[in-house]
């Protein structure tokens, strides 16, 4: 399995408290991404980064930051979380993008984050 | 938007032969069509990816008719353990081919 771990595995936290979750990986991948996951949905794309210090949104970034400062970790940041950002969030890794034919995504086995 | 439309749920018994088709009826010429696995309380994991015809490795076999627009992944024999959520996708050519996830197709194998 690709080595990619996520901290915190699970968190609790308050409408307006600020969230930062952790992606790291040991595979030296170019690209990293993060995702959320609702009941009954698919994942959808929040940020992704091609680099240190190169990232990009998703279709849904509104309300999250994101930064990467090393090849190896990718943080994601609420800056003031709300109940609708409830979810698991997944980090995923690639060697590159691809193109018509995605490279393989590895995922990490997420964060499942509750918003009271 | 999901490029790709897979059924909601699907029932099997161990032993058999599954097969899921998904309709990607706009797919463009160069795409590939890409197919992941996701257990429970787990991330996705990569299955198998086919441009034509009929790919197969030790998981799966995936057949593409010369149409495209339909794909089907055939898993053989499969067990209790394939019980799992299974996406069909195709990168979005409007956001430089990003996997756009649909809801998948959960995939209940019965004893």
């Known amino acids: 399995d690709a080595g990619i771990t996520q901290s915190p595995r699970h968190k609790v936290t308050e409408t307006g408290t600020p969230v930062t979750l952790r992606c790291h990986q040991t595979?030296?991948?170019?690209?990293m991404y993060w995702y959320r996951q609702d009941p009954g949905h698919g994942l959808r794309l929040i940020h992704y980064?091609?680099?240190?210090?190169?990232?990009d949104k998703g279709e849904v970034s509104d309300g999250y930051s994101v930064s990467r400062s090393k090849t190896e970790d990718f943080l994601l940041t609420l800056e003031s979380a709300t109940s609708s950002q409830t979810s698991v969030y997944f980090c995923?890794?690639?060697?590159?993008?691809?193109?018509?034919?995605?490279?393989?995504?590895?995922f990490g086995p997420g964060t499942r984050l509750t918003v009271l | 938007l999901a490029k790709t439309t897979q059924p909601i749920s699907m029932d099997s018994y161990e032993g058999q032969e599954v097969n899921i088709t998904c309709s990607h009826n706009?797919?463009?010429?160069?795409?590939?069509i890409t197919w992941y696995q996701q257990f429970p309380s787990q991330g996705p994991r990569f299955i198998i990816q086919?441009?034509?015809?009929?790919v197969t490795n030790e998981v799966a076999s995936l057949f593409i008719p010369a149409d495209r627009k339909s794909s089907t992944l055939s898993l053989p024999r499969v067990s209790l353990s394939d019980t799992a959520v299974y996406y069909c996708?195709?990168?979005?050519?409007?956001?430089?081919?990003?996997?756009?996830w649909g809801a998948g197709t959960k995939l209940i194998i019965k004893p």
């Open positions: 996708l195709v990168g979005d050519v409007d956001s430089n081919y990003q996997l756009i």
């Open positions: 706009n797919i463009a010429t160069n795409d590939y």
């Open positions: 595979e030296n991948h170019r690209y």
């Open positions: 086919g441009y034509k015809t009929k």
């Open positions: 995923a890794i690639s060697e590159s993008k691809g193109g018509t034919a995605p490279d393989t995504q590895y």
């Open positions: 980064s091609y680099g240190v210090k190169d990232t």
